[in-house]
């Protein structure tokens, strides 16, 4: 586990530079600052005013902390200790369920893999925590018959961190299920519930159910996710990481080999599989392919079911074992971990190679004002590091989908209607990479000019000429 703790520790450092992480830290500040939450939007001037709710604040508060505690190195501290939380949590269930520790450590090698796309500083991964606490909880009620108690306070906690609960309340559904009847399917195996088996679990999940509506929004935050799904214009048409898998992409690829070898499995493996099991894993499948950043959610799912039927090494011997060179082999890693721990300044410079600091301070230098069209992955950067601009968009892709900022945004990075839609919002000022379409257009452009550039950010600035008024236009917010 601490050789897997290594791989991901180096993960974690390459993906510091999570756009999201900007506006959420300034939400988590706001919230401990002013003890309060505020039910609109006030860090954009297109979506000023617009009703949100904050659906992720429990998880924003640890990560602000450590930000605010020890900068960039506390963030990197904080989310690395819940990444090294979930996947012990994974070790551990695949060493449960019968693995050799060589072969858990494999299974849990692909959990961590397929896991990549969200290896980052992100409130999803307090939602993934919670789902491994959920599975270690049923877990324990297979084996003693106990401990369903912590189930709704750990959904009370979970509808405030993310909402992937929705998730949570699918899994613990087909667990119950799966002990509904009795029978076989060639290797497909139910084992019914027993009535007071099935009396627990059923009073659990009402019970669970209803400590979702321990949160500060009510009902409107248990509905939140569905509406965010369901809706006509939802944010699975605009966001890549809720397209379904590319397989000419790496992640594609694991998944294609994660499809394969559960088919080799399915077909050579002589092992029984708990109807549960077959569901959960179908129900994994399904979510990850159609959705990539549910990959991290099959990781969890089907290693350990999978653990047990690998056979990479010969089973674990403890006479052959040697606790002393366990030790030294862990604390090698513990030293090089800590050794290798980045500095601030090298932190920061990873993010400065992907945000506009520079083109920022010569803004603030400049005391440059008016309406300023944005990058998309920039806009949370800027509403922490400036607040005193507002942005055209950022990351909560919610509310600018519902007011149509979103689809303006993508049209005119795409140079489809660009001039007209940067005059239909006023814009004075934008700000996007130097190999953009819209960069490219705007620098050829009679009614644009550059006024600061480097390898990261160009500054745009329309020609006075051409700035019309909000009343010339009939801009409404």
Partial sequence: MFLLAGVIFRCAV???????????????????EQHSFSPVDMYSFTGAGSHRINFEWLAEVPLYMGFHSMGLQGLLLVYFAVLVLIFAGVYYRCCRSGA???????ATLGAICLGGVSIA??????????????????????????GLWLLPPLFALWINSHGSWVFGMVVFGIVIAGGLVEREWGQVVASRWTSG??????????????????????????????????RPQGVVQF??????????????????????????????????????????????LWAALSHVRFLFFAG????????PALTFFPPYNRDLDKPWLNAAIIAALVGAIAVSFPSASQLTHNVDTIYPRAALE?????????????????????????????????????IFLYNGVFQDFFAATALSHSEQILDKYNIQYVLLPPKEPLTYFLQHSSSWHTIYSDSVAVLLQRNQANVMSEGDIGLSN
């Fill in 14 to 32: 390459q993906g510091i530079a999570e756009p999201d992480i900007w506006w959420h830290m300034r939400d988590a500040r706001t919230l401990l």
């Fill in 100 to 106: 050799d520790c060589k072969d858990a450590a494999i």
């Fill in 239 to 284: 966001i890549d990481e809720w397209q379904p898998v590319d397989f000419s992409t790496w992640n594609g690829k694991l998944a294609l080999v994660l499809v394969f070898g559960l088919f080799a499995l399915l077909l050579f493996c002589k092992r029984r599989w708990g109807l549960d099991e077959v569901l959960l894993t179908s129900f994994a």
């Fill in 300 to 307: 969890l799912i089907i290693a350990p079911i999978v653990a």
């Fill in 362 to 398: 010569f803004m603030q230098r400049q005391h440059i004002q008016g309406r300023l069209f944005n990058q998309y992955g920039w806009g949370g950067y800027l509403e922490w590091y400036a607040p005193e601009y507002k942005t055209f968009i950022d990351g909560r892709a919610d």
């Fill in 121 to 146: 500083p992100r409130t999803l991964l307090f939602g993934w925590l919670c789902m491994v606490g959920l599975l270690l909880v049923l877990d324990h009620f297979r084996s003693t018959g106990s």
């Fill in 197 to 230: 088996e099935l009396r627990r679990l059923l009073l659990a999940f009402a019970a669970s159910i209803a400590a979702l509506f321990v949160n500060p929004f009510g009902y409107k935050l248990v509905l939140y996710p569905f509406d965010l799904l369901f």
